[in-house]
């Protein structure tokens, strides 16, 4: 069986990498969902919009199911206390996503203008929201959460719904929107022809370019923002002990991390090059290569934020010492073993299922695909 040190830190990389699939493949359908009222002109477009992501988009709610699972059974106190403290900004990333199954669904039962408009916009919110607030939601832990725990290890969270949309948070949530609008749009530009094929592909650009500026912009004010340091020594294979440690807050300490590990430097590297070069094989119409590099983009970022923060995983800012990290917010040895077999299992079969799944879908959605398949297409 693997030490118990190790298999904390394989879950911090299995964590990230579930985060890094969800971005990747649902992102992509939510980009394309936050594109769809402007990329499609008319009701035909609209439709071809759609069925580039309609036949595969409940099955890359996996990425997002498995994602939460991991969450529960690998971090239980960081689950519970980000549950309780984001409550609201979850209940609301749950009320858009509802716009998705029943707009698919239902949007073209009936062939009425209003009807489809509407539906049209209950995709855009359930394809806009998530990012936006799933952005937020980083630009608040790298500032810290406002919790702290009682002596029964009981947390309370002490901020509000509205103190989460501070201007920090809001600029990581454009680089999160643009990020996914870039795969979005990426992937788009790959499954259609024509003129929507050329708005998908101003769009995407647009992102790239967004994404790009406010990146840079997020990592500037982040060196001004107060980090996080344990200044106490731990013992990274004892039992979990959230309140067993000294952490003060300074100046710069998101960058320490850079600083002993050079090398990190790629992953920023990689969100900012990846975002361009998607951008210009975009304008080159090598939409593949595209949607590659834009995969490679979202890599960067999300690793960027994880590489930051580590070993936290959700520090406090109203009682540091609780500040939740690999080391001390994680389920038992044996529970990190079993669930680490069952991941190295399962991970491939997701994987292999679903480059098939890509396999048999592949290929240009066209109008006359639609409107050859009125009653069997989206």
Not at 96 to 103: D, E, I, N, S
Not at 228 to 238: E, H, L, Q
Not at 312 to 329: I, Q
Request: hydrophobic share 55%; aromatic share 14%; glycine share 10%.
């Amino acid at each position: 069986m693997l030490d118990y040190t190790t298999l904390k830190i394989i879950w911090w990389l299995l964590v990230g990498v579930l985060l890094i699939g969800f971005a990747i493949m649902d992102g992509h359908d939510m980009g394309v969902g936050t594109l769809l009222p402007f990329v499609g002109r008319n009701d035909i477009e609209r439709r071809v919009v759609i069925n580039t992501v309609g036949p595969h988009w409940d099955g890359n709610q996996v990425w997002f199911i498995t994602g939460g699972g991991a969450l529960f059974a690998a971090w239980p106190v960081v689950y519970a206390t980000a549950f309780s403290g984001f409550y609201w900004a979850m209940m609301l990333v749950l009320w858009a996503l509802f716009f998705r199954p029943v707009g698919f669904d239902y949007r073209s039962k009936i062939h009425n203008a209003a009807w489809r408009s509407t539906w049209d916009w209950g995709l855009f919110v359930g394809g806009a929201v998530p990012p936006l607030v799933f952005g937020i939601a980083f630009g608040n832990l790298l500032q810290g959460v406002p919790f702290q725990f009682d002596d029964y290890l009981v947390s309370t969270y002490t901020g509000s719904f509205w103190q989460l949309l501070n201007p920090f948070a809001l600029l990581t949530g454009v680089v999160s929107s643009a990020m996914l609008t870039l795969q979005g749009g990426s992937y788009l530009a790959h499954r259609t022809e024509g003129v929507i094929q050329q708005r998908a592909i101003r769009s995407a650009v647009g992102a790239a370019l967004v994404l790009f500026c406010s990146f840079i912009a997020a990592g500037v004010w982040l060196q001004t923002i107060d980090g996080y340091r344990i200044v106490s020594v731990v013992d990274t294979g004892a039992l979990p002990d959230v309140l067993g440690k000294s952490v003060v807050r300074e100046a710069g300490a998101w960058m320490a991390n850079y600083a002993r590990q050079p090398l990190l430097w790629l992953l920023p590297a990689m969100a900012l090059v990846g975002a361009l070069l998607a951008a210009l094989l975009l304008l080159k119409r090598r939409t593949l290569s595209a949607f590659v590099l834009s995969s490679l983009a979202v890599t960067g970022v999300i690793g960027t934020a994880g590489a930051s923060m580590f070993p936290f995983v959700m520090p406090s800012s109203s009682m540091p010492n609780a500040s939740l990290t690999v080391w001390d917010s994680v389920s038992s040895h044996l529970s990190l073993a079993i669930m680490f077999w069952a991941a190295v299992i399962f991970m491939p079969l997701i994987i292999l299922y679903t480059s098939w799944a890509y396999r048999v879908m592949r290929g240009k959605v066209t109008a006359a695909h639609v409107k050859a398949n009125q009653h069997s297409a989206y």
